[in-house]
Structure formats: C-alpha cells, structure tokens
T-cell receptor, first 108, second 113 residues
Framework: SQQGEEDPQALSIQEGENATMNCSYK?????LQWYRQNSGRGLVHLIL?????REKHSGRLRVTLDTSKKSSSLLITASRAADTASYFC????????FGAGTTVTVRA | ETGVTQTPRHLVMGMTNKKSLKCEQH?????MYWYKQSAKKPLELMFV???????ENNSVPSRFSPECPNSSHLFLHLHTLQPEDSALYLC????????????FGQGTRLTVV
C-alpha cells in the first residue's frame, strides 16, 4: 500500500531557481529515501535519511526529516535543465513504499 | 548502469499471448522485487523475493506469475493479460535488512493489445 505522498504533483521552475518538494507518510519508518526517474526509465537512488537524522546534504540536494510530523522535504538548489525528472520518496519500514511522485520541469 | 538489467525493454503482446520478463542482478543482493508503474499512480509493489523465497505477494492477479530460480535472476511470466495491465514493469534489488537503497532496472514497457 502507498506510504509516502509527494506534494506538489508537478513543479515548473526556471533554471537557477530552487525546487522544493515534500513527502508525508503515515507509519513509523526506519529510513526515508528519495529517488529520481527520467521519463520512462528506472528509478535512481538520490539520498537516504535515517529516522534519527534531521537533515542531510548531497551536492545540490538537501533533505530534511521531521518524524514528529511524519514528513520530509527535498530541496534541489540552483536547478539545471538536466534536473527535469520525476522525484519519489520511499519509506522503509519493512519494505519500500513509494508515492506517486513530483514531476519537476526546469525551463532553460 | 545500476547493475540491474531488465529484458526486453519494450513488449507488445496480445491478450492471448504468453510472455516472460527477465531481470538479472550481479550486485550480490539477497532481495529482488517486481513493481508496476502506471501513469499518475504510485509504484505498486507486486512481489518480493528474499533468498529466492517469495515473501510478499500484494494481491496480484494470477495472470502474473513470478519465478526466482536463484538470487541473481527474477522472472515475471505473463499470460492472458488485460489492456489495463499495460504499464512500466520495474525490477529492483537490495540487500535486505541493511536499510540501504534499492537498485532499479530500466524497466520493461508493456503494452497489451
């Protein structure tokens, strides 16, 4: 069953701007992961944040986790046209459960 | 390349056909998964195999039949499918129990006509 829910469903920004998307989930988790999917391709893992962590960085990506609110956010800074993709959060309790994703379009 | 290979990449089949999807990983992972991705919907977990044993079957219709002959290979046998089964089928693998990421194949785009 679906665990994570991303918000917004779609996001369109200008190159150079920041993109922020949110994920809410329902039950307790071991960790939360963010994935990226280019059109019609497989998912690629971006970053994993454990339940005892509050913030994590990887290059231009910043992820936060608030277990009290059961929510996470993914920030992509200084976006590029190549960041155009769908982004999914996945919650890891005893299995990985994905949401429907946020489709991000970066305009050149 | 993620280390997970799916074949074929595209498949068109009639409702009376029988076909199989193949997934292969050489990452040494002990768990393999089949997901179904339909447009505008969350990824649906179909089957999970742990050390070749099926540990999850998410109420998937019997026209989908998985097979895991060893920890590196996973098949999805298809027969008498319906047009609504048209979707992107994704295979993934992970090292179960370590809380680490899943590695996905590129998927098989299935169209049922």
């Amino acid at each position: 069953s679906q665990q994570g829910e991303e918000d917004p469903q779609a996001l369109s920004i200008q190159e150079g701007e920041n993109a922020t998307m949110n994920c809410s989930y329902k039950t307790s988790i071991n960790n939360l992961q963010w994935y990226r999917q280019n059109s019609g391709r497989g998912l690629v893992h971006l970053i994993l944040i454990r339940s005892n962590e509050r913030e994590k960085h990887s290059g231009r990506l910043r992820v936060t986790l608030d277990t009290s609110k059961k929510s996470s956010s993914l920030l992509i800074t200084a976006s590029r046209a190549a960041d155009t993709a769908s982004y999914f959060c996945a919650t890891d309790s005893y299995k990985l459960s994905f949401g429907a994703g946020t489709t991000v379009t970066v305009r050149a | 390349e993620t280390g997970v290979t799916q074949t074929p990449r595209h498949l068109v089949m009639g409702m009376t056909n029988k076909k199989s999807l193949k997934c292969e990983q050489h990452l040494g992972h002990n768990a393999m998964y089949w997901y179904k991705q339909s447009a505008k919907k969350p990824l649906e977990l179909m089957f999970v195999y742990n050390f070749k044993e099926q540990t999850e079957n998410n109420s998937v219709p019997s026209r989908f039949s998985p097979e895991c002959p060893n920890s590196s290979h996973l098949f999805l046998h298809l027969h008498t499918l319906q047009p609504e089964d048209s979707a992107l089928y994704l295979c993934a693998s992970s090292q179960e129990g370590t809380g680490t990421e899943a590695f996905f194949g590129q998927g098989t785009r299935l169209t049922v006509v």
